[in-house]
Protein backbone atom coordinates (compact mmCIF):
# COMPACT_ATOMS: atom_id res chain seq x y z
CA UNK A 1 0.00 0.00 0.00
CA UNK A 2 1.76 3.60 -0.70
CA UNK A 3 0.18 6.94 -0.61
CA UNK A 4 0.85 9.23 -3.29
CA UNK A 5 3.42 12.51 -2.63
CA UNK A 6 4.42 15.78 -3.88
CA UNK A 7 7.57 18.24 -3.07
CA UNK A 8 8.51 20.92 -4.52
CA UNK A 9 11.46 23.98 -4.03
CA UNK A 10 8.82 26.25 -3.27
CA UNK A 11 5.24 25.81 -2.13
CA UNK A 12 3.13 25.34 -5.09
CA UNK A 13 0.43 27.16 -5.96
CA UNK A 14 -2.19 24.88 -6.09
CA UNK A 15 -0.99 21.78 -4.38
CA UNK A 16 -2.59 18.43 -5.36
CA UNK A 17 -5.00 16.76 -2.90
CA UNK A 18 -2.73 13.78 -2.22
CA UNK A 19 -2.01 12.42 1.17
CA UNK A 20 2.08 13.47 1.61
CA UNK A 21 3.91 16.89 1.20
CA UNK A 22 7.52 16.73 1.43
CA UNK A 23 9.13 20.26 2.04
CA UNK A 24 12.73 21.63 2.38
CA UNK A 25 14.11 22.19 6.33
CA UNK A 26 17.62 23.31 5.44
CA UNK A 27 21.01 22.29 3.81
CA UNK A 28 21.86 23.47 0.28
CA UNK A 29 18.64 23.78 -0.43
CA UNK A 30 17.50 27.19 -2.88
CA UNK A 31 14.46 27.99 0.32
CA UNK A 32 13.67 26.75 3.28
CA UNK A 33 10.14 26.34 3.84
CA UNK A 34 8.65 28.71 6.43
CA UNK A 35 5.40 27.01 9.24
CA UNK A 36 3.13 28.83 7.55
CA UNK A 37 3.96 27.86 3.98
CA UNK A 38 3.94 24.13 5.69
CA UNK A 39 0.96 24.55 8.00
CA UNK A 40 -0.53 25.76 4.54
CA UNK A 41 -0.37 22.45 2.70
CA UNK A 42 -3.71 20.60 2.01
CA UNK A 43 -1.57 17.30 2.39
CA UNK A 44 -2.16 15.20 6.43
CA UNK A 45 1.27 13.63 6.38
CA UNK A 46 4.55 15.10 6.01
CA UNK A 47 8.30 14.83 5.18
CA UNK A 48 10.74 17.10 6.09
CA UNK A 49 13.43 16.48 4.16
CA UNK A 50 17.27 18.23 4.50
CA UNK A 51 19.73 18.89 1.44
CA UNK A 52 22.99 17.64 0.98
CA UNK A 53 24.10 17.32 -2.40
CA UNK A 54 27.84 18.20 -1.30
CA UNK A 55 28.46 15.83 1.76
CA UNK A 56 32.07 15.54 0.85
CA UNK A 57 33.02 18.86 1.97
CA UNK A 58 30.48 18.98 5.68
CA UNK A 59 30.18 18.14 8.53
CA UNK A 60 27.40 15.02 8.84
CA UNK A 61 27.22 15.73 12.52
CA UNK A 62 26.35 19.72 12.28
CA UNK A 63 24.62 18.54 9.32
CA UNK A 64 22.64 16.53 12.04
CA UNK A 65 22.30 19.05 14.42
CA UNK A 66 20.76 21.81 12.01
CA UNK A 67 18.05 18.84 10.82
CA UNK A 68 16.97 18.33 14.47
CA UNK A 69 16.83 21.39 15.20
CA UNK A 70 14.26 22.38 12.82
CA UNK A 71 12.45 19.26 13.64
CA UNK A 72 11.98 20.43 16.85
CA UNK A 73 11.07 23.92 16.28
CA UNK A 74 8.68 23.13 13.68
CA UNK A 75 6.98 20.08 15.74
CA UNK A 76 7.99 16.92 14.08
CA UNK A 77 7.05 14.10 16.38
CA UNK A 78 9.77 11.69 17.34
CA UNK A 79 9.53 8.72 15.37
CA UNK A 80 8.57 9.77 12.42
CA UNK A 81 10.98 10.46 9.21
CA UNK A 82 13.31 12.87 7.59
CA UNK A 83 14.50 12.68 4.43
CA UNK A 84 18.28 13.01 3.56
CA UNK A 85 18.58 14.50 0.12
CA UNK A 86 21.79 13.36 -1.92
CA UNK A 87 21.01 14.18 -4.89
CA UNK A 88 23.82 12.30 -6.77
CA UNK A 89 26.16 11.86 -4.33
CA UNK A 90 27.82 9.04 -2.60
CA UNK A 91 29.46 9.05 0.36
CA UNK A 92 28.99 6.30 3.13
CA UNK A 93 30.61 8.06 6.19
CA UNK A 94 28.60 11.30 5.67
CA UNK A 95 25.54 8.96 5.29
CA UNK A 96 26.08 6.47 8.35
CA UNK A 97 26.92 9.42 10.54
CA UNK A 98 24.23 11.65 9.58
CA UNK A 99 21.72 8.56 9.86
CA UNK A 100 23.09 7.61 13.32
CA UNK A 101 22.75 11.43 14.59
CA UNK A 102 19.39 11.55 13.34
CA UNK A 103 17.85 7.97 15.13
CA UNK A 104 19.79 9.07 18.21
CA UNK A 105 17.38 11.86 18.55
CA UNK A 106 14.23 9.94 18.06
CA UNK A 107 13.98 10.01 14.08
CA UNK A 108 14.68 7.85 11.38
CA UNK A 109 16.32 8.95 7.50
CA UNK A 110 15.20 8.02 4.10
CA UNK A 111 17.90 8.72 2.05
CA UNK A 112 17.14 10.85 -1.64
CA UNK A 113 18.34 10.16 -4.70
CA UNK A 114 19.02 9.54 -8.42
CA UNK A 115 18.30 5.70 -8.92
CA UNK A 116 21.68 6.00 -10.38
CA UNK A 117 23.72 6.97 -7.34
CA UNK A 118 21.45 6.36 -4.30
CA UNK A 119 21.61 2.05 -3.83
CA UNK A 120 25.38 3.36 -3.41
CA UNK A 121 25.43 4.81 -0.41
CA UNK A 122 25.04 2.75 2.92
CA UNK A 123 20.88 2.01 3.47
CA UNK A 124 19.64 4.27 6.31
CA UNK A 125 16.96 3.86 9.11
CA UNK A 126 14.19 4.82 7.19
CA UNK A 127 15.03 3.12 3.61
CA UNK A 128 15.62 4.36 0.09
CA UNK A 129 13.79 7.35 -1.94
CA UNK A 130 14.94 6.66 -5.35
CA UNK A 131 14.25 9.12 -8.46
CA UNK A 132 13.01 7.45 -11.67
CA UNK A 133 11.35 9.85 -13.93
CA UNK A 134 9.32 7.25 -15.62
CA UNK A 135 5.95 9.11 -15.94
CA UNK A 136 4.35 6.19 -14.60
CA UNK A 137 3.49 5.95 -10.49
CA UNK A 138 5.67 3.01 -9.53
CA UNK A 139 8.20 1.39 -6.48
CA UNK A 140 11.36 1.12 -7.14
CA UNK A 141 12.84 -2.27 -6.12
CA UNK A 142 14.26 -2.13 -2.71
CA UNK A 143 13.08 1.78 -2.15
CA UNK A 144 10.26 3.09 -0.06
CA UNK A 145 9.46 5.49 -1.92
CA UNK A 146 10.01 6.48 -5.71
CA UNK A 147 9.87 10.17 -7.31
CA UNK A 148 8.53 9.22 -10.64
CA UNK A 149 7.90 12.65 -12.22
CA UNK A 150 9.58 15.90 -11.78
CA UNK A 151 7.82 19.28 -12.48
CA UNK A 152 8.93 19.41 -15.68
CA UNK A 153 7.46 16.47 -17.28
CA UNK A 154 3.88 16.86 -15.21
CA UNK A 155 4.03 20.59 -16.59
CA UNK A 156 3.49 21.54 -12.98
CA UNK A 157 5.27 23.27 -10.47
CA UNK A 158 5.43 19.86 -8.28
CA UNK A 159 7.40 16.20 -8.36
CA UNK A 160 5.23 13.16 -7.76
CA UNK A 161 6.29 10.48 -5.82
CA UNK A 162 4.93 7.21 -4.19
CA UNK A 163 5.86 6.80 -0.47
CA UNK A 164 5.31 3.11 0.95
CA UNK A 165 2.76 2.89 3.80
CA UNK A 166 5.96 1.56 6.10
CA UNK A 167 7.44 4.56 6.16
CA UNK A 168 6.58 6.25 9.77
CA UNK A 169 5.53 10.14 8.10
CA UNK A 170 4.29 12.94 10.53
CA UNK A 171 0.72 12.67 10.78
CA UNK A 172 -1.33 15.56 11.24
CA UNK A 173 -4.21 13.88 12.15
CA UNK A 174 -5.35 11.16 14.50
CA UNK A 175 -8.24 9.70 13.43
CA UNK A 176 -10.66 6.59 14.97
CA UNK A 177 -8.53 4.08 12.77
CA UNK A 178 -5.08 5.58 14.18
CA UNK A 179 -7.22 5.25 17.96
CA UNK A 180 -7.65 1.81 17.21
CA UNK A 181 -4.80 0.45 15.60
CA UNK A 182 -1.35 -0.74 17.62
CA UNK A 183 1.20 -0.20 14.73
CA UNK A 184 4.78 -1.65 15.48
CA UNK A 185 7.76 -0.46 13.30
CA UNK A 186 11.25 -2.18 13.23
CA UNK A 187 14.56 -1.85 11.55
CA UNK A 188 16.88 -4.01 10.97
CA UNK A 189 20.39 -3.85 8.46
CA UNK A 190 23.19 -4.99 10.92
CA UNK A 191 24.44 -8.05 8.17
CA UNK A 192 22.57 -10.21 10.04
CA UNK A 193 23.22 -14.49 8.30
CA UNK A 194 21.29 -16.84 6.96
CA UNK A 195 22.76 -20.16 7.15
CA UNK A 196 22.58 -22.28 4.26
CA UNK A 197 20.01 -24.48 3.82
CA UNK A 198 18.62 -23.20 6.64
CA UNK A 199 15.69 -20.64 8.04
CA UNK A 200 15.94 -17.81 10.49
CA UNK A 201 13.53 -14.98 11.66
CA UNK A 202 14.94 -11.33 11.08
CA UNK A 203 16.46 -9.49 14.56
CA UNK A 204 15.08 -6.26 14.49
CA UNK A 205 17.51 -4.12 16.26
CA UNK A 206 15.43 -0.52 15.65
CA UNK A 207 12.29 -0.10 17.04
CA UNK A 208 10.91 2.85 15.48
CA UNK A 209 7.18 3.05 17.01
CA UNK A 210 5.72 1.08 19.57
CA UNK A 211 2.99 2.79 21.60
CA UNK A 212 1.12 -0.25 22.88
CA UNK A 213 5.00 -2.10 23.75
CA UNK A 214 4.00 -5.17 21.91
CA UNK A 215 7.81 -5.25 21.12
CA UNK A 216 10.13 -7.02 23.46
CA UNK A 217 13.93 -6.31 22.89
CA UNK A 218 16.56 -9.07 24.08
CA UNK A 219 19.54 -8.48 26.34
CA UNK A 220 21.64 -7.54 23.28
CA UNK A 221 19.03 -4.79 22.20
CA UNK A 222 17.47 -7.04 19.00
CA UNK A 223 13.90 -7.94 18.94
CA UNK A 224 12.35 -11.58 16.92
CA UNK A 225 8.64 -11.10 17.44
CA UNK A 226 5.50 -8.95 17.97
CA UNK A 227 3.46 -9.41 20.98
CA UNK A 228 -0.37 -9.00 20.48
CA UNK A 229 -2.35 -8.50 23.35
CA UNK A 230 -5.50 -10.27 22.13
CA UNK A 231 -7.09 -10.94 18.82
CA UNK A 232 -6.28 -8.43 16.03
CA UNK A 233 -6.59 -8.64 12.19
CA UNK A 234 -3.16 -7.63 11.40
CA UNK A 235 -2.07 -5.38 7.99
CA UNK A 236 1.99 -6.58 7.49
CA UNK A 237 4.46 -4.60 4.87
CA UNK A 238 7.94 -5.46 5.07
CA UNK A 239 10.54 -4.36 2.67
CA UNK A 240 13.46 -6.72 2.93
CA UNK A 241 16.85 -6.50 1.37
CA UNK A 242 19.30 -9.59 0.75
CA UNK A 243 22.83 -10.04 -0.28
CA UNK A 244 25.07 -12.90 -1.40
CA UNK A 245 23.37 -15.03 -3.87
CA UNK A 246 23.69 -16.77 -7.43
CA UNK A 247 22.19 -15.03 -10.34
CA UNK A 248 18.41 -16.17 -10.45
CA UNK A 249 18.76 -18.29 -7.36
CA UNK A 250 15.22 -18.19 -4.89
CA UNK A 251 14.51 -17.14 -1.08
CA UNK A 252 11.28 -17.17 0.28
CA UNK A 253 10.44 -14.69 2.60
CA UNK A 254 7.52 -14.66 5.01
CA UNK A 255 5.13 -13.32 7.54
CA UNK A 256 5.34 -16.26 10.45
CA UNK A 257 2.62 -16.70 12.90
CA UNK A 258 4.67 -18.39 16.09
CA UNK A 259 2.91 -20.56 18.60
CA UNK A 260 4.27 -21.84 22.49
CA UNK A 261 6.54 -24.94 22.78
CA UNK A 262 4.85 -25.75 25.76
CA UNK A 263 8.58 -25.13 27.49
CA UNK A 264 8.48 -21.53 27.82
CA UNK A 265 9.64 -20.80 23.71
CA UNK A 266 8.54 -20.27 20.54
CA UNK A 267 7.80 -22.53 16.96
CA UNK A 268 6.75 -21.87 14.29
CA UNK A 269 2.95 -22.46 13.75
CA UNK A 270 2.32 -21.22 10.46
CA UNK A 271 3.52 -18.99 7.70
CA UNK A 272 0.73 -16.50 7.14
CA UNK A 273 2.13 -15.06 4.23
CA UNK A 274 5.42 -16.90 2.18
CA UNK A 275 6.46 -15.24 -1.00
CA UNK A 276 9.29 -16.86 -3.50
CA UNK A 277 11.61 -14.22 -4.96
CA UNK A 278 14.90 -14.88 -6.72
CA UNK A 279 18.10 -12.78 -7.17
CA UNK A 280 18.84 -10.12 -9.56
CA UNK A 281 21.99 -10.09 -11.93
CA UNK A 282 23.72 -8.84 -8.81
CA UNK A 283 22.92 -11.52 -6.50
CA UNK A 284 20.76 -8.98 -4.55
CA UNK A 285 17.06 -9.73 -3.78
CA UNK A 286 15.01 -6.15 -2.60
CA UNK A 287 11.61 -6.70 -2.38
CA UNK A 288 8.34 -5.95 -0.55
CA UNK A 289 6.24 -8.47 1.11
CA UNK A 290 2.26 -7.13 2.24
CA UNK A 291 -0.06 -9.45 3.94
CA UNK A 292 -2.92 -9.02 6.11
CA UNK A 293 -3.88 -12.05 8.30
CA UNK A 294 -5.80 -12.78 11.97
CA UNK A 295 -3.43 -12.94 15.01
CA UNK A 296 -4.15 -13.55 18.85
CA UNK A 297 -2.24 -13.30 21.96
CA UNK A 298 -0.76 -16.98 21.95
CA UNK A 299 0.58 -16.09 18.13
CA UNK A 300 3.53 -13.63 18.27
CA UNK A 301 4.44 -12.44 14.67
CA UNK A 302 7.80 -12.55 12.62
CA UNK A 303 9.34 -11.83 9.23
CA UNK A 304 11.46 -15.51 8.36
CA UNK A 305 13.84 -15.80 6.10
CA UNK A 306 14.38 -19.28 4.29
CA UNK A 307 17.34 -19.97 2.50
CA UNK A 308 17.34 -22.85 0.37
CA UNK A 309 20.77 -22.32 -1.20
CA UNK A 310 24.44 -24.39 -0.25
CA UNK A 311 25.64 -21.23 0.88
CA UNK A 312 25.18 -18.49 3.31
CA UNK A 313 23.10 -14.70 2.77
CA UNK A 314 23.17 -11.64 4.29
CA UNK A 315 20.51 -9.25 5.50
CA UNK A 316 21.62 -6.11 4.53
CA UNK A 317 18.30 -3.90 5.18
CA UNK A 318 14.84 -4.85 6.73
CA UNK A 319 11.69 -2.57 7.63
CA UNK A 320 8.45 -3.93 9.06
CA UNK A 321 5.45 -2.19 9.77
CA UNK A 322 2.74 -4.21 11.10
CA UNK A 323 -1.33 -2.61 12.33
CA UNK A 324 -2.91 -4.24 14.09
CA UNK A 325 -6.42 -3.62 14.44
CA UNK A 326 -9.17 -4.88 16.89
CA UNK A 327 -11.87 -7.20 15.84
Not at 33 to 56: F, G, H, K, M
Not at 100 to 109: E, S
Not at 141 to 160: E, F, I, K, M, R
Not at 246 to 251: E, H, L, R, S
Request: net charge negative; hydrophobic share 40%.
Amino acid sequence: MTKRMYDAADPPAHPPKWEVVAFYIGGDTPHVWTAEEIAAQPARYRLPIYVRSNPDSHDPHVDAAEAIAQLHAFGAPRGCAVSLDLEMAVNASYVRAFDADIVAAGYVTVEYGSLSAIFRNPRTSGGVWAAHYTGTPHLEPGSVATQWADDQLLGTDYDASLIDDSVPLWDTQHSQEDEMAAISSLGAGDGQAIPASNDASLQWSKVFSDKHKFVSPGKDGKALSVYPDGPYWAVADAIVELHGFKAGDPVDIAWTRMKSDGKGGWVIGDDAWRTTFHANADGVVREQLSAQFGVDKPNPVRVRVYNPNAYPITVQGAMAKLTLLKY
